[in-house]
């Protein structure tokens, strides 16, 4: 299971943190992942971090949005900094392996203008 949370509300070009904490060991999974979803629209990749550590954050995040880990901790952090109301939208974290795929919960994002 996974279990994100880090969620809240932000005036715009502030920063939050949001973690997904794994149930599982992460190394069990080949890619864990940030989505998001803004009402009306469909569910779009932020930004993700394969088993060997490597990380691709999408074009419309990069150099504001930071994916990482904490092995220790099972955990995927998104680090997100100079927020715009664009980025208000529902993010869920995401772990793919060979034979399971699944999702957290959803933490809301709030970015006021």
């Known amino acids: 299971q996974l279990q994100a949370s880090g969620g809240g509300v932000v005036q715009a070009g502030g920063s939050l943190r949001l973690s997904c904490a794994s149930s599982r060991n992460i190394f069990s999974f080949t890619v864990m992942a940030w989505y998001r979803q803004a009402p009306g629209n469909g569910r779009e990749l932020v930004a993700r971090?394969?088993?060997?550590?490597?990380?691709k954050v999408e074009g419309s995040v990069k150099g504001r949005f930071t994916i990482s880990r904490d092995n220790a901790k099972n955990t995927v952090y998104l680090q997100m900094n100079g927020l715009k109301p664009e980025d208000s939208a529902v993010y869920y974290c995401n772990a793919a392996s060979p034979s399971s795929y699944i999702w957290g919960q959803g933490t809301l994002v709030t970015v006021s203008s």
């Open positions: 971090i394969n088993n060997d550590g490597s990380t």
